[in-house]
């Protein structure tokens, strides 16, 4: 989910406070932090992912199951079939994406008697807000962010007993909340790792993070992900969709993507089919409009149209009843997110979920093109 940190991020904390006239002007003032940071001055808003605001307004009297809405109608989808016995990889930024996106697809995959791992990138350790509620003072150390990170790790746990996994079928990587798109631009070498503002840590600083002996680089984040991979052999991943507009989102589904690309052309190995999912987008999943603005977005929900991404086929999951009720109580298990953003979370509880599918020239293009933005070509 979103946490709004450094100074480009309050100000888009401040901005979804004082409305459209003044969001206008504090995220031009974010934009030129982000470019100030990264010694950058121009274009960079075409290239960069800016971080997304929070600006959902509940009725208490809403109900907990929302109906359908009609942004499925204006997307040509067809329904997601799940097949016996698949082996199922989910990425999730940080703990909860997995049960807003995809807690459906995870039951529907075990129901048909397939095996699923959810990935964690982050333990959700950089979100100043939420630690701030968390710890009831506006001063924060880098021990409250390490304590609010475990919080988030036990509540994953929780959340997944709801689907009846258990930490066995869990890994956290425990790679820098706020930080992943930092790794694949400015510190791609383990030679320069980063540094988490918030947790101070420059490698994964949990008991249980899945490795240890790695540094807060993208060379490493990408090793990580390759291990995943190969211990675990999916037939299918799920991925955030690259045009999310947070960067800890549309950057981990390039990471992925670059880590598929090679392991698609394994001979000995079936092709993994690629799904992905939206949770930072205008207006998704409340309203219509973000059907229509999605197919000319680039990476990171920029307005630099991605070749790649455009007109990618939608896939609808409906959920039964009762695999509706255990996605809710799965996101009751996220009760440090829910004290910040209820009104925002509820949005997902619907009678399905969509996703986007990612064929081979997409999964191998993708990383290559954004790779490109920031000057640097894949190996
Ligand atoms: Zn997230």
């Known amino acids: 989910m979103v946490r709004p940190m450094h100074s480009w991020n309050r100000?888009?904390?401040?901005?979804?406070?004082?409305?459209v006239s003044g969001a206008?002007?504090?995220?031009?003032?974010?934009?030129?932090a982000i470019a100030a940071e990264r010694g950058d001055t121009q274009g960079l808003a075409d290239r960069a992912p800016t971080r997304p605001h929070l600006d959902v307004q509940e009725s208490p009297h809403a109900p907990l199951l929302l109906p359908n809405d009609l942004s499925s109608t204006l997307l040509a989808t067809s329904e997601l079939v799940i097949p016996p016995d698949l082996r199922l990889i989910v990425f999730a930024p940080h703990p909860d994406d997995e049960t807003i996106a995809a807690a459906g697809l995870i039951q529907r995959v075990r129901e048909s008697g397939g095996e699923v791992r959810v990935v964690y990138m982050t333990n959700g350790d950089g979100y100043v807000d939420a630690v701030r509620h968390s710890v009831h003072r506006d001063k924060t150390s880098s021990a409250d962010f390490l304590a609010y990170g475990q919080r988030r790790h036990d509540e994953a746990l929780r959340a997944l007993g709801s689907f009846r996994l258990g930490s066995d079928d869990a890994v956290f990587l425990g790679f820098p909340d706020d930080g992943i798109d930092d790794l694949w631009a400015g510190h791609w070498s383990d030679s320069n790792p980063y540094t988490s503002p918030y947790t101070r840590f420059d490698r994964p600083p949990y008991k249980d993070s899945w490795i240890r002996n790695v540094e807060y680089a993208g060379?490493?984040?990408?090793?990580?992900?390759?291990?995943?991979?190969?211990?675990?052999q999916p037939n299918w991943v799920v991925v955030p969709d690259p045009r999310d507009r947070h960067p800890d989102h549309c950057t981990t589904?390039?990471?992925?993507?670059?880590?598929?690309?090679?392991?698609?052309h394994i001979?000995?190995?079936?092709?993994?089919?690629?799904?992905a999912y939206l949770v930072h987008y205008p207006d998704y999943p409340a309203s219509a409009n973000w059907a229509k603005q999605i197919s000319g977005a680039g990476v990171g929900g920029t307005s630099a149209a991605s070749r790649e991404l455009s007109g990618t086929p939608w896939l609808r999951l409906p959920l039964s009843s009762s695999q509706q009720a255990t996605k809710g109580d799965a996101l009751n298990a996220y009760a440090s997110q829910l004290?910040?953003?209820?009104?925002?979370?509820?949005?997902?509880?619907?009678?399905y979920e969509l996703f986007t599918e990612l064929d081979d020239r997409r999964i191998a293009g993708i990383p290559r093109e954004y790779a490109a933005r920031f000057g640097r070509a894949l190996k």
């Open 11 to 19: 100000a888009f904390a401040y901005a979804a406070l004082l409305g």
């Open 24 to 32: 206008v002007l504090l995220l031009g003032a974010a934009a030129g």
């Open 219 to 232: 060379t490493d984040l990408k090793g990580a992900i390759t291990r995943v991979v190969d211990d675990f």
């Open 253 to 264: 589904a390039v990471f992925v993507l670059d880590v598929l690309q090679r392991a698609q």
């Open 267 to 275: 001979p000995a190995r079936a092709p993994v089919r690629v799904l």
């Open 339 to 351: 004290e910040v953003m209820r009104p925002f979370l509820r949005q997902f509880l619907r009678s």
